[in-house]
Every structure is written in C-alpha cells, then in structure tokens.
C-alpha cells in the first residue's frame, strides 16, 4: 500500500516549546519532503531529502530543522516554536528523478503555536 | 520568480454542473515548465490528478481535463459535470528547477 503518514494530525504548542513532526513512507522513495501551507498561499517547501542524512534547504528553513536516519523516516523539528510557525504541515516523498515524478503527500499535521 | 495564480478560495457549483477552475502561471527559469493538478480530498493528503509536460497536450482523469496553453500561460482545470465526491481543494503547480511552485488552492464546493 503506498501511504505517506504524518503524527500528528493536530498539535497544540505553547510559544518556546520544542516541536517534532513525524512522517513516514512505505514505497522506498529516495526524496522526501517537508511544505507548510497558510491561508492564501501556495505551498511552501522547508527542506528537502535526498536520501539518509542528505538534507538540504528549501526556500523558508529558518526556525526548522529536518533528520532523516532511516530512508523511510523524516522528521521536522522547531527548536522553540514561535507563533508565526503557526501553520499546516505537509511531509511528502517521491523517487529521485526531480518534481516531474508525482509527490506522494501524507494528511498534514495542523500545528497551533499559542 | 516563477509563480502560480489560480482561483482564490472556493468555488460553489451545483451538482451535474460544469466546473472551472482557473490557473495561470509565469516562468522565467523555466521556458517549459511541466503542470500539474494536485487534488486533497478532506482527510488525506494531495494526490497528483494530472500532468501535462508537453505545450499545447491536454491531460485528463477522472473526468477532469486541463490544456497546456503557452501563448495565454494558462493550465485550466474544467469538469463538464461534477458529482458530489469531487468536493475537495484543487491545487495547480508547475516545476520550476528543483522543486515544484503551488498556487494556493481552490476548494470545490458541491451544491446538491
């Protein structure tokens, strides 16, 4: 079966707090990534995987940071939230071979800084 | 940059209606850029609906068309009759070097 899964699906944060989102894939793929999406705007890239411990920055990464220790296994960590991260969170994966391949997105994780 | 515009916020059509959802694009790293329509159904992730790599194609699924228009820049997505289960958020995005750029999102709404 080929499903992203991202844990959790709602997050209540207070601001300073640490945050860990959570995203899993079952199909192998070598690229995964991390987007947020606000209200009004387009989806917006954080960071990018290219495989285990190959990371690289995407267009608004700072605030976050990624690990990626395991091929299906990508985590989105905020070191002391602020209320601007407020947001939701898409984790997705596809093979290697570009953005042409289709991206494979699990449900978001809606995440409230307070 | 490149960019993506497309109908902002939601669209309300009567069921066994026809459906259209407007996307334009501008690309200046790209002189083809490939398009796409991405849908999110409520509870799940998005999902590639079509693809068009090739100006001038038409891609369809679902019943759903959309044509790759370089003179105008636009990839609109049309329906000629929707149901109730395509109540969701249309998405259109285009690759720009190595990643891909979204428009905000269209939600779909069902009158029945």
């Known amino acids: 079966d080929m499903k992203v899964t991202q844990m959790p699906r709602y997050l209540i944060k207070r601001m300073g707090e640490n945050v860990l989102l959570e995203c899993g894939q079952d199909m192998s793929h070598e690229t995964m990534y991390w987007y947020r999406q606000d209200p009004g705007l387009g989806l917006q890239l954080i960071y990018i995987?290219?495989?285990?411990?190959?990371?690289s920055e995407g267009d608004i990464p700072k605030g976050y940071r990624v690990s990626r220790k395991k091929r299906e296994h990508f985590s989105l960590i905020l070191d002391s939230a602020k209320t601007n991260q407020t947001s939701v969170y898409f984790c997705?994966?596809?093979?290697?071979?570009?953005?042409?391949?289709?991206?494979?997105f699990g449900a978001g994780t809606r995440l409230s800084v307070l | 940059g490149d960019s993506v515009t497309q109908t902002e916020g939601q669209v309300t059509v009567s069921e066994s209606k026809s459906l259209i959802i407007n996307c334009t694009y501008s690309a200046t790293s790209i002189a083809y850029p490939n398009l796409f329509w991405y849908v999110r159904y409520p509870g799940e992730g998005l999902q590639l609906l079509l693809k068009?790599?090739?100006a001038g194609q038409k891609g369809s699924s679902r019943g759903f068309e959309a044509t790759y228009n370089k003179e105008t820049t636009s990839f609109h997505l049309q329906k000629a009759s929707v149901q109730e289960s395509d109540s969701a958020v249309y998405y259109c995005?285009?690759?720009?070097?190595?990643?891909?750029?979204w428009g905000s999102g269209t939600k779909l709404i069902i009158k029945p």
């Open positions: 997705a994966s596809s093979w290697t071979g570009g953005v042409q391949n289709t991206l494979y």
């Open positions: 995005a285009l690759n720009s070097n190595y990643q891909l750029i």
């Open positions: 995987s290219y495989d285990v411990d190959s990371n």
């Open positions: 068009v790599i090739t």
